[in-house]
């Protein structure tokens, strides 16, 4: 029983002629990687990214600023590229090579390696980055750059979609600005400024951001002076202090999908392809053990990291191997107990064992690192840990199956089945926020849309239809649920932690007795 | 163990099977001629218009029958033995049952239109319907122009489908202003309006008089019964309206009005046989309620009682507030408590409205003439709190305070801008010069 996928519908003569300005404008980021000599990069690069941005935002004013505004999910699962369709698999095709090379390649972009000057594509950038930081340009500048004008230019695009809606329009605005300002302007002139600080973006906390505390970025951040013990402490608070309160009153939304880079991206370049994640119980069960392996993964890999560079001795400074691994696992003791005491009752039993299973893994490795003699803790060798994780968490699972398999598996792959900072502030929004997207009454028809648009798969309807409140980890606030209810049944709330969660048999609307019956038992 | 038997896999029968298995060890088995598994019908919509495929409108995943222990059957039943408590399907089969839950649906309105069985004429309410449209009008070059008959809510959602597809839509719609059976006329006249801003065809006051044939038996043309035009078209949609999908109960001895007739109990006339859901009529209406209530909500929330009776807590249908919600194109509306609209309202029903500027959102607010009290509220455009007005109904506040607490029910999403102080000055201005 399937119904045949119509074709979907010719474009305008508009849309075609945007569609020349943007792929002109990516024709000659093409010709410079072939090699071919453009006089007047700056120029050039300028031509380039002008006619990107241009070519986006013709199409996006011709494909909604001559229709009402309103929901604009018309042929979603029609149209080739956002149907898995051959379209599609070219772009996820193009996708991953692209991050293959970018990540392992870098050579093949045009990198000038041991001194020599950038050619081919790198190269092209290279008056960009003279202006913003007064050195040429890396894989990583380019890369920057053109992340950056994606978001800014689909960001464009994806604020005229949702015009009618202000929560999508602000929440797309402030993506764009921490993308463009943070992670992109900044810490080019601060490297201007004061090049002794190591490239730092400061919304990118640990753990996504997994090489924060290596002993180079560290080393760098004390001896650059104030400015880089600031930014060492606030990396430290940001993770212990700052996201945890943030967390609490608003959920992980403030950072998943106000905030970060990742998210950014996700939410402008990848919107045609979040109906993409499967709504499945059996992707939701991959995803709980996936993102919390990655989180203890890189709790241990961090933890082995620095103890390699601390000092034994703890009168030289009282912050020495033995005292950080007491620490570390005192931190995490505590926070295993008071959620076993306090939230037992919310874990589901694969939690329970899972947590449990967690817990005994890294106590047995501390345990074993006081027993045994080795010097390196938890008998692996830190150094191999780390670019394990750089390679098969920060390299293929962010990078290259994260957005390069953005037109196969949806948008925030990564953010729902990998990203450990995801699993950290999911596991707060889950446990203790006031955090929640609020069902209203018994109004749900169980049409699906919600579900159908949720990005990081939840199955919003089998709530809703409940007359359920949504309180699920991996929630990154998107809002674009309550947005394409036809009904008006979802709302994204801070509210009272008392009845957040709020199972039901019977829907409000129905005989009194009967709901009480039926949900106070 | 009763051996229960469910006619009818949509909401209705549903939730009766998904509380039956959760109050009891009953065995359980859905029969459907129409799909295998149970689908929102209120998606259909969404299917053509490539928001959703139609695995996505499923509720449930298909491993939850099988887990639940809920025994789907694909078959058409063509009678109902009830001596023998007995069904027979199209190909002979014969099921037992020991209780039998009739919850069949409707099937679209057809009124002796000449022309009305010709191709290229359907309604739009089964899965088999979906599949006729995407035949019949797949692209705007096969259908050149579409005709609905019928100004309800089916009827707009079949527009909206067709103008997806940039499909010319002429709606033709018998009362002089959409939908003012039900609705006020402020909001009857933005829906008007509206429906005109998406390039739809909107013929108000216009009758259909026949339907035309081509040398194929194909719809080529409708003619208007008031002005008598011709109007060439490919599809014609009728969506007067719904009935009771019963005729298969004819001769069954159970006692049929337009719908399966009903006590509050949801029973027949006959023993162990029962009625939920669109195809139910009960014999004395609830409240301001239709004995025949075609609505989602409705089937539902009969589900859920009928499971209590059937598993040994016999309880009657009581409903709670009335409350509906629907989308014209793209103004969402909801409904809590009742507001009538001028034709069908008492002379003690009165009501403050408001309208943006804009023309896009509006109130209305059904009150008491003398007493205040009250009654309902139909919001546009902007989105209200179920658990608020149901609580105001039951503790029977009056119209002042309603207006007051406005804010508190809001739902819009956040930072939207809010009209509720604007409401209020118009409601004080209002009553002031009233």
């Given at each position: 029983?399937s119904l045949?996928?119509?074709?979907?519908q010719?474009i305008?003569t508009?849309?075609?002629?945007?569609?020349?300005?943007g792929?002109?404008g990516?024709?000659?980021?093409?010709?410079?990687?072939?090699n071919?000599?453009?006089p007047?990069?700056?120029?050039f690069?300028?031509?380039?990214?002008g006619?990107i941005?241009?070519?986006?935002?013709?199409y996006?004013?011709?494909?909604?600023l001559?229709?009402?505004e309103?929901?604009?999910n018309d042929?979603?699962?029609?149209k080739s590229?956002?149907?898995?369709?051959?379209?599609g698999?070219?772009?996820?095709?193009v996708?991953?090579?692209?991050?293959i090379v970018?990540?392992?390649?870098?050579e093949?972009?045009g990198?000038?390696?041991d001194?020599a000057?950038n050619?081919?594509?790198?190269?092209?950038?290279?008056p960009?980055?003279?202006?913003l930081?007064?050195?040429n340009a890396s894989?990583?500048?380019?890369?920057?750059?053109l992340y950056?004008?994606a978001i800014?230019?689909?960001?464009?695009?994806?604020?005229?979609?949702?015009?009618?809606?202000?929560?999508q329009?602000l929440r797309?605005a402030?993506?764009?600005?921490?993308?463009?300002?943070?992670?992109?302007?900044i810490?080019?002139?601060?490297?201007?400024?004061?090049?002794d600080?190591?490239?730092n973006?400061?919304k990118n906390?640990?753990p996504?951001?997994?090489?924060?505390?290596?002993?180079?970025?560290?080393?760098?951040?004390i001896?650059?002076?104030?400015?880089?013990?600031?930014?060492l402490?606030?990396?430290?608070?940001?993770?212990?202090?700052?996201?945890?309160?943030?967390?609490?009153?608003?959920?992980k939304r403030w950072?998943?999908?106000?905030?970060?880079?990742?998210?950014?991206l996700?939410?402008?370049?990848?919107?045609?392809f979040?109906?993409?994640?499967?709504?499945?119980m059996?992707a939701?069960?991959l995803?709980r053990?996936l993102?919390?392996?990655v989180?203890?993964?890189?709790?241990?890999?961090?933890?082995?990291?620095?103890?390699?560079?601390?000092?034994y001795?703890?009168e030289?400074?009282?912050?020495?191997?033995?005292?950080f691994?007491l620490?570390?696992?005192g931190?995490?003791?505590l926070?295993f107990?008071v959620?076993m005491?306090?939230?037992?009752?919310?874990?589901?039993k694969?939690?329970?064992?899972?947590a449990?299973?967690?817990?005994?893994?890294?106590?047995s490795?501390?345990a074993?690192?006081?027993?045994?003699?080795?010097?390196?803790v938890?008998?692996?060798p830190a150094?191999?840990?780390?670019?394990?994780?750089g390679?098969?968490?920060g390299?293929?699972f962010s990078?290259?199956?994260?957005?390069?398999f953005?037109?196969?598996?949806?948008?925030?792959?990564?953010?729902?089945?990998?990203c450990?900072?995801a699993a950290?502030l999911?596991?707060?929004?889950?446990?203790?926020?006031?955090?929640?997207i609020t069902?209203n009454?018994?109004?749900?028809?169980?049409?699906?849309?919600c579900?159908?648009?949720?990005?990081m798969?939840?199955?919003?309807?089998?709530?809703?239809?409940?007359g359920?409140?949504i309180v699920?980890?991996?929630?990154v606030?998107?809002?674009?649920?309550?947005?394409?209810c036809?009904?008006g049944?979802?709302?994204?709330e801070?509210?009272s932690?008392d009845?957040?969660?709020?199972p039901?048999d019977v829907?409000?609307?129905n005989d009194?007795?009967?709901?009480?019956?039926?949900?106070?038992? | 163990?009763?051996?229960?038997?469910?006619?009818?896999?949509g909401?209705?029968?549903?939730?009766?099977a998904?509380?039956i298995?959760?109050?009891?060890?009953n065995?359980?088995?859905?029969?459907?001629?129409?799909t295998?598994h149970?689908?929102s019908?209120?998606?259909?919509?969404?299917?053509?218009?490539?928001?959703?495929?139609?695995?996505?409108?499923?509720?449930?995943?298909?491993y939850?029958w099988?887990?639940?222990?809920?025994d789907?059957?694909?078959?058409?039943i063509?009678?109902?033995l009830t001596?023998?408590?007995?069904?027979?399907?199209?190909?002979g089969e014969?099921?037992?049952?020991?209780?039998?839950?009739?919850a069949t649906g409707?099937k679209p309105?057809?009124?002796g239109?000449?022309?009305?069985?010709l191709?290229g004429?359907?309604?739009l309410?089964?899965?088999?319907?979906?599949?006729?449209?995407?035949?019949?009008?797949?692209?705007?070059?096969?259908?050149?122009?579409?005709?609905?008959v019928?100004?309800?809510?089916?009827?707009?959602?079949m527009?909206?489908?067709?103008?997806?597809?940039?499909i010319?839509?002429?709606f033709?719609?018998?009362?002089?202003?959409?939908?003012?059976?039900?609705?006020p006329?402020?909001e009857?006249?933005?829906?008007?309006?509206?429906?005109?801003d998406?390039?739809?065809?909107?013929?108000l006051?216009?009758n259909?008089?026949?339907?035309?044939s081509d040398?194929?038996?194909r719809?080529?043309?409708?003619?208007?019964?008031?002005?008598?035009?011709?109007?060439?078209?490919?599809v014609?949609?009728?969506?007067a309206g719904?009935?009771?999908?019963?005729d298969?109960?004819k001769?069954?001895?159970i006692e049929l009005?337009?719908?399966?007739?009903?006590?509050?109990?949801?029973?027949?006339?006959?023993?162990?046989?029962?009625?939920?859901?669109d195809?139910?009529?009960q014999?004395?209406?609830i409240?301001?309620?239709?004995?025949?209530?075609?609505?989602?909500?409705?089937?539902r929330?009969?589900?859920?009682?009928?499971a209590?009776?059937i598993c040994?807590?016999?309880?009657e249908?009581?409903?709670?507030?009335?409350?509906?919600?629907?989308?014209?194109?793209d103004?969402?509306?909801?409904?809590?408590?009742w507001?009538f609209?001028?034709?069908?309202?008492?002379?003690?029903?009165a009501h403050?409205?408001?309208?943006?500027?804009d023309?896009?959102k509006?109130?209305?607010?059904?009150?008491?003439k003398?007493?205040k009290?009250?009654?309902?509220?139909?919001?546009?455009?902007i989105?209200?709190r179920?658990?608020?007005f149901d609580?105001?109904l039951?503790e029977?506040?009056?119209?002042?305070?309603v207006?007051k607490h406005?804010?508190?029910?809001?739902?819009?999403?956040e930072?939207y801008?809010?009209?509720e102080?604007?409401?209020?000055?118009?409601?004080?201005n209002?009553?002031?010069?009233?």
């Amino acid at each position: 029983m399937s119904l045949a996928k119509p074709n979907a519908q010719d474009i305008s003569t508009k849309k075609k002629v945007a569609l020349g300005i943007g792929f002109t404008g990516l024709f000659i980021l093409v010709l410079a990687l072939a090699n071919v000599e453009l006089p007047y990069k700056g120029l050039f690069l300028t031509l380039s990214l002008g006619l990107i941005i241009g070519g986006v935002v013709i199409y996006s004013r011709d494909e909604y600023l001559t229709k009402l505004e309103g929901i604009k999910n018309d042929e979603a699962w029609f149209k080739s590229i956002s149907s898995r369709g051959t379209w599609g698999w070219v772009l996820g095709v193009v996708l991953t090579l692209f991050y293959i090379v970018l990540y392992f390649f870098a050579e093949l972009l045009g990198l000038g390696t041991d001194g020599a000057s950038n050619t081919g594509l790198i190269a092209l950038f290279d008056p960009l980055s003279q202006l913003l930081s007064g050195r040429n340009a890396s894989q990583w500048f380019v890369y920057g750059t053109l992340y950056t004008v994606a978001i800014v230019a689909f960001g464009y695009k994806f604020m005229l979609k949702y015009r009618h809606n202000r929560y999508q329009q602000l929440r797309t605005a402030s993506v764009m600005f921490f993308q463009m300002a943070f992670a992109f302007l900044i810490p080019e002139f601060m490297y201007r400024l004061n090049s002794d600080v190591p490239y730092n973006d400061i919304k990118n906390m640990w753990p996504l951001n997994y090489y924060a505390f290596d002993q180079w970025r560290v080393d760098q951040f004390i001896n650059s002076g104030t400015i880089g013990m600031a930014f060492l402490i606030f990396g430290i608070l940001s993770i212990f202090v700052i996201s945890p309160f943030l967390t609490y009153k608003y959920g992980k939304r403030w950072y998943c999908s106000w905030v970060c880079g990742c998210g950014g991206l996700a939410e402008t370049a990848g919107d045609p392809f979040r109906h993409l994640s499967s709504k499945k119980m059996s992707a939701w069960k991959l995803e709980r053990w996936l993102i919390h392996t990655v989180l203890v993964f890189s709790v241990v890999m961090t933890t082995a990291v620095i103890y390699t560079y601390l000092g034994y001795d703890a009168e030289k400074y009282w912050f020495n191997k033995d005292n950080f691994l007491l620490f570390v696992g005192g931190f995490l003791t505590l926070v295993f107990v008071v959620i076993m005491v306090f939230k037992r009752h919310e874990l589901g039993k694969d939690a329970r064992y899972g947590a449990i299973g967690y817990a005994l893994v890294i106590v047995s490795l501390i345990a074993m690192h006081y027993t045994g003699t080795t010097n390196e803790v938890f008998y692996l060798p830190a150094g191999g840990m780390r670019s394990a994780y750089g390679f098969y968490i920060g390299s293929i699972f962010s990078g290259v199956i994260g957005t390069g398999f953005y037109p196969i598996l949806g948008n925030r792959a990564w953010c729902r089945f990998g990203c450990p900072m995801a699993a950290v502030l999911g596991f707060q929004q889950r446990m203790f926020s006031k955090f929640r997207i609020t069902t209203n009454g018994g109004q749900c028809i169980s049409c699906g849309n919600c579900s159908n648009s949720c990005e990081m798969g939840i199955d919003v309807r089998a709530y809703a239809q409940k007359g359920e409140n949504i309180v699920r980890s991996s929630c990154v606030g998107c809002g674009v649920c309550s947005a394409v209810c036809p009904r008006g049944v979802l709302k994204l709330e801070n509210g009272s932690l008392d009845g957040r969660i709020n199972p039901t048999d019977v829907l409000l609307g129905n005989d009194v007795d009967l709901m009480e019956l039926m949900n106070n038992k | 163990m009763k051996n229960i038997v469910i006619i009818g896999n949509g909401i209705a029968g549903v939730t009766a099977a998904r509380h039956i298995r959760k109050l009891s060890d009953n065995k359980i088995t859905i029969i459907s001629a129409e799909t295998d598994h149970f689908f929102s019908r209120t998606a259909l919509m969404y299917v053509y218009m490539g928001h959703m495929k139609y695995e996505h409108t499923k509720p449930y995943e298909d491993y939850f029958w099988k887990k639940n222990r809920i025994d789907l059957k694909r078959a058409y039943i063509k009678q109902v033995l009830t001596d023998d408590k007995t069904l027979v399907t199209s190909e002979g089969e014969k099921i037992a049952y020991d209780s039998l839950i009739i919850a069949t649906g409707s099937k679209p309105n057809k009124f002796g239109w000449p022309g009305q069985d010709l191709k290229g004429v359907q309604g739009l309410y089964s899965y088999q319907d979906l599949e006729k449209l995407e035949a019949n009008a797949p692209d705007k070059e096969t259908c050149n122009r579409a005709v609905i008959v019928g100004g309800g809510l089916i009827g707009i959602e079949m527009a909206e489908m067709l103008r997806s597809r940039n499909i010319p839509v002429t709606f033709l719609v018998r009362e002089d202003s959409f939908w003012n059976g039900v609705l006020p006329a402020g909001e009857s006249g933005l829906i008007n309006k509206h429906i005109l801003d998406h390039h739809i065809d909107l013929r108000l006051g216009t009758n259909l008089k026949e339907i035309i044939s081509d040398e194929n038996g194909r719809a080529k043309a409708v003619v208007i019964t008031e002005t008598g035009e011709e109007l060439p078209c490919n599809v014609v949609g009728l969506t007067a309206g719904v009935s009771p999908n019963i005729d298969f109960l004819k001769e069954s001895g159970i006692e049929l009005g337009r719908g399966v007739k009903v006590n509050r109990f949801l029973e027949t006339n006959i023993k162990d046989v029962y009625a939920i859901g669109d195809c139910a009529e009960q014999h004395e209406p609830i409240g301001m309620r239709r004995p025949i209530e075609a609505v989602w909500y409705t089937g539902r929330m009969m589900g859920e009682t009928l499971a209590q009776t059937i598993c040994g807590n016999k309880i009657e249908y009581k409903p709670g507030h009335w409350f509906n919600s629907a989308k014209f194109l793209d103004i969402e509306y909801q409904t809590y408590g009742w507001v009538f609209s001028e034709r069908s309202k008492s002379e003690q029903e009165a009501h403050f409205h408001w309208m943006h500027p804009d023309e896009d959102k509006c109130i209305t607010v059904a009150y008491d003439k003398d007493s205040k009290l009250f009654l309902g509220i139909n919001t546009f455009g902007i989105r209200m709190r179920h658990e608020n007005f149901d609580k105001w109904l039951t503790e029977k506040r009056d119209v002042d305070y309603v207006i007051k607490h406005l804010p508190e029910a809001n739902f819009d999403p956040e930072f939207y801008k809010q009209f509720e102080n604007q409401i209020l000055a118009a409601y004080n201005n209002q009553l002031q010069t009233a």
